[in-house]
Every structure is written in structure tokens, then in C-alpha cells.
């Protein structure tokens, strides 16, 4: 239930971190670096951060986020298939 609950929250977090870096982009303000939109990402937050940008469109041309976020979220998405998997793997 808690590990289910941080998931939801870190994507949510991703999401939003991605939809205020597109925002703060256009009115050219301070921006959410790449280093902390990258930790949002790795600690399970990637489906977000994927799911921000195609909302958004941001960071869709940069191809570490381009082909790195999705290959990122299919790793994670691996990882928790086992740890949820009723198998002994």
C-alpha cells in the first residue's frame, strides 16, 4: 500500500514538475533544472515525467529525454512487475 502510494505521488510530482518547467519556459523565468527532472524520473517518477511531456510537449526534442525517459519507464515499469509478481524470480 505505501510503495502503491509513492508511485502515484512521485508521478504526480513528475507530472507536475514538467507542466511548471513548460510554463516558466514560455515567460522565460527560472528554470527546473535537467539533473532534478532526471531524479523525478529515476526514482519511479518516469511514467510522469513521460506523461508531462507529451502533455506539454517539453523536452520532446532533447533526445536524452526523447528516448531516455522511455527506456527508463520501461525498466521501471520491469522492476515492479517483479516485485509485485507472485512468482519467485
Not at 505505501?2 to 504526480?12: D, G, K, P, S, W
Not at 514538475?17 to 518516469?46: N, P, T, Y
Amino acid at each position: 500500500m505505501i510503495i502503491a502510494a509513492y508511485l502515484v505521488l512521485i508521478n504526480l510530482c513528475g507530472f507536475w514538475v514538467m507542466g511548471i518547467d513548460k510554463r516558466k519556459a514560455q515567460q522565460h523565468k527560472w528554470r527546473i533544472s535537467e539533473d532534478r527532472l532526471w531524479l523525478i524520473a529515476i526514482v519511479f517518477g518516469a511514467l510522469g515525467v513521460w506523461l508531462g511531456m507529451q502533455t506539454f510537449r517539453h523536452k520532446t526534442k532533447h533526445a536524452s529525454f526523447k528516448y531516455g525517459v522511455p527506456l527508463l519507464l520501461v525498466i521501471e515499469a520491469i522492476l515492479i512487475a517483479i516485485y509485485y509478481s507472485p512468482f519467485d524470480l
